[in-house]
């Protein structure tokens, strides 16, 4: 599939607040330990950034599992809808970029929270630097059989007919495959990650080399990772890390700089 680039105006940043990113916070999860008390521990986070927040970027994967209907929506998640409509309420940027987990966002978070919802990329300049942000799923080298069920997932046709499945099958059924999945990442997760990272770089190095455009900060999730590097041609590549288990990782840029956070 061909990647959407969604490329927005140059935003400035008032004196004293901060832009924060997060990704793969998984709620909902069945394989979480506690699943209430992960849901917590994040509005405690947002409870700490409401006052000094421009905007909060969550780049994926937020919720585990997520297929949003005409006319209702999956029950649950209660505490962190309620966080995320009082952060908007003040005045708070909040974009979601979808992942490979929560693809099936539609008007409810636009029209509820007036949450700014975009699939594949998003490039914009904030303060004194440049911002490429993507979940990362789809960018670089992907394995086939990974690209064939995207593309099934994403397939408006296959959604339509999804959607008349009631939802005590379908919700269990997507579930069960998420755990599986996961189980098996974390059995070998270098052998999930690491390639996926040196796509990614790739990727990252090959935007800037063929494309005239400046990018201080390529941010992406989806690899449940937590790190930096720099890249060929000067620009900073950065994994956002995820919020399963025990990690809790956000990042938090002031304009100029940029820091890698967890949160206790």
């Known amino acids: 599939m061909k990647t959407i680039f969604n490329r927005l105006p140059d935003r400035a940043l008032t004196p004293g607040k901060k832009v924060y990113f997060i990704s793969d916070l998984h709620l909902g999860a069945p394989y979480s330990n506690?699943?209430?008390e992960k849901e917590k521990s994040v509005v405690r986070f947002l409870d700490l950034i409401k006052d000094n927040?421009?905007?909060l970027f969550m780049?994926?994967?937020i919720i585990d599992y997520w297929f949003e209907y005409k006319s209702v929506v999956p029950k649950g998640y209660i505490r962190f809808f309620?966080?995320?409509?009082?952060?908007?309420?003040?005045?708070?940027?909040?974009?979601?970029?979808?992942?490979?987990?929560d693809i099936w966002l539609s008007d409810y978070?636009?029209?509820?929270?007036?949450?700014?919802?975009?699939?594949g990329v998003v490039i914009q300049k904030i303060g004194n630097r440049r911002f490429f942000l993507s979940h990362g799923d789809g960018l670089g080298d992907i394995p086939p059989m990974f690209a064939f069920i995207r593309s099934v997932f994403r397939n408006k046709v296959c959604q339509k007919l999804f959607s008349g499945i009631h939802p005590r099958w379908t919700i269990p059924?997507?579930?069960a495959w998420s755990e599986h999945s996961r189980k098996k990442g974390m059995k070998n997760p270098d052998a999930e990650s690491l390639p996926l990272l040196k796509s990614l770089i790739k990727y990252s190095e090959d935007f800037l080399r063929k494309n005239n455009e400046r990018i201080d900060y390529f941010i992406f999730g989806h690899?449940?990772?937590?790190?930096s590097m720099e890249l060929k041609g000067g620009a900073m590549l950065v994994i956002s890390g995820d919020w399963i288990g025990d990690d809790s990782n956000y990042i938090e840029y002031d304009g100029t700089n940029l820091y890698l956070r967890k949160f206790d």
């Not at 005045?91 to 992942?99: D, E, H, M, P, S």
């Not at 690899?223 to 790190?227: E, T, V």
């Open 59 to 61: 780049l994926g994967d």
């Open 109 to 119: 978070f636009p029209s509820q929270f007036n949450i700014e919802i975009y699939d």
């Open 223 to 227: 690899l449940h990772i937590f790190r």
């Open 34 to 36: 506690d699943t209430v």
């Open 173 to 175: 059924f997507a579930l």
């Open 82 to 101: 309620g966080k995320l409509a009082e952060l908007a309420d003040r005045g708070v940027r909040i974009v979601w970029i979808i992942g490979n987990h």
């Open 53 to 55: 927040a421009d905007t």
